[in-house]
């Protein structure tokens, strides 16, 4: 019965006991992993898994994985492709000859190098991306900014326009005032209009007042919310302030991306008038509470012009920045996509070696590595290649040792 056959169907199996030196316990273990035909017994499942012997190099590529996952994560967000690569070579041995497979093999000086490359990208990516979201948080929070201002503007500006009408008609008014006013005083006072005259100007002001209210008498925030929200806050705000207050609202036609999540959303540009300053703060947590941002928006045109102009400065200022640091980024992580799957590979069958060395016993006697482990009998002879000196396979003068404990025939 052939090799390949024990994998998928009973067959005769030989218990051994291999007896290695710790020197060249690594190299073994990675040389008999690319043979793949020894099945190893735990030795030590009464000790704790944190108290075994390799555990801080478990720990080191359990960290180096965690940095690959964070690099592949990236890789997706950032949307750059991983060419793809054949790395056949690096699962399956091309040669079943031990000396051609222990060349073939990975060192641990050469771990130490592609952990610390590993890391000095993951580092390098870490700043670079979080530097990026940074910028493109900034950049929209910007334009929502802009959005608000030049929204709110168009309330201001029907309001400014409708004052001015009402000025225009209290000036004609008080021009056809003065042209009827010839009558005398004295038959002014004996119809009784002079006594009506303070009535009548309260009245004719009563409609510019009305008009003023809202940028005189009343404090006033502005901002910006979801647009499956909206009704809530005006449901909240309404009740919370016993509808003391004027809201306003301007729906965008266009989703525009949050600057916390990144998402599109439709939303609304709001304004909200009330009156003193511990209502104004009452509104300001319950847009908070709601996911609403509000943003400062004056008045006056004068410094609504000047607050547009920084924030445009601003906005270009920051694309400038935010597509270098998209640049650099986009070339870091092609670099990366190149090698990640060589690394992952890498790294996972080195954990492996350690993970197995962890199931040994330690002879401190003979300073060596106990192990125990099923293989087929038809494999057998393969293995005892590892009875001769090793100088050749695994660079050392020490020796691998290893004995018939049980046959088992099928």
């Not at 949307?79 to 079943?96: F, G, H, K, N, R």
């Not at 986009?330 to 070696?353: D, G, H, P, V, Y």
């Amino acid at each position: 019965m052939s090799s390949n056959e024990a994998i998928f169907r009973s067959a005769d199996m030989t218990l051994v006991q291999f007896y290695i030196a710790s020197e060249i316990s690594r190299d073994c273990v990675a040389v008999l992993g690319e043979l793949g035909n020894v099945q190893f017994r735990d030795l030590n499942q009464s000790v704790n898994a944190f108290q075994r012997a390799f555990v801080k190099e478990i720990r080191k590529f359990d960290d180096a994985e965690r940095q690959l996952r964070y690099l592949e994560s990236i890789l997706k967000k950032q949307e750059v492709a991983i060419p793809v690569t054949s790395y056949d070579y690096l699962i399956t041995p091309p040669t079943s000859e031990l000396s051609a497979i222990s060349n073939a093999t990975s060192t641990p000086s050469r771990m130490d190098d592609v952990i610390n490359i590993i890391s000095n990208y993951e580092d390098n990516i870490r700043h670079l991306s979080e530097s990026h979201d940074d910028l493109k948080s900034r950049y929209l929070d910007l334009l929502e900014h802009r959005t608000v201002l030049q929204g709110t503007r168009k309330f201001f500006d029907q309001r400014l326009s409708i004052e001015l009408d009402s000025q225009s008609q209290s000036g004609l008014r008080s021009s056809l005032d003065e042209t009827e006013g010839l009558l005398t005083e004295e038959d002014a006072l004996e119809s009784g209009l002079f006594a009506r005259e303070p009535d009548r100007l309260n009245n004719d002001s009563l409609e510019g007042n009305q008009m003023n209210v809202l940028g005189s008498t009343m404090n006033f925030i502005c901002g910006i919310i979801e647009s499956d929200k909206f009704l809530t806050l005006q449901k909240i705000l309404h009740r919370t302030l016993r509808g003391n207050l004027y809201l306003n609202h301007l729906p965008i036609e266009q989703p525009i991306i949050d600057p916390k999540t990144g998402e599109e959303k439709y939303k609304y540009i709001f304004l909200i008038f009330t009156h003193g300053e511990v209502l104004v703060s009452r509104c300001k947590r319950i847009v908070e509470s709601l996911d609403g941002k509000l943003y400062p928006v004056d008045n006056d045109y004068d410094v609504y012009h000047a607050h547009l102009e920084e924030l445009n400065n601003k906005i270009s200022d920051l694309e400038t920045v935010l597509d270098h640091t998209q640049e650099r980024l986009t070339i870091e992580l092609k670099e990366i996509a190149l090698e990640i799957e060589k690394w992952t590979i890498l790294t996972r069958k080195e954990k492996s070696i350690y993970s197995i060395l962890n199931m040994f016993n330690y002879d401190q006697a003979r300073r060596c590595l106990i192990a125990e482990g099923w293989i087929p009998t038809a494999d057998l002879e393969p293995l005892q290649h590892f009875t001769k000196p090793t100088s050749s396979l695994m660079r050392s003068n020490l020796l691998l040792m290893l004995m018939v404990l049980l046959h088992i025939k099928k």
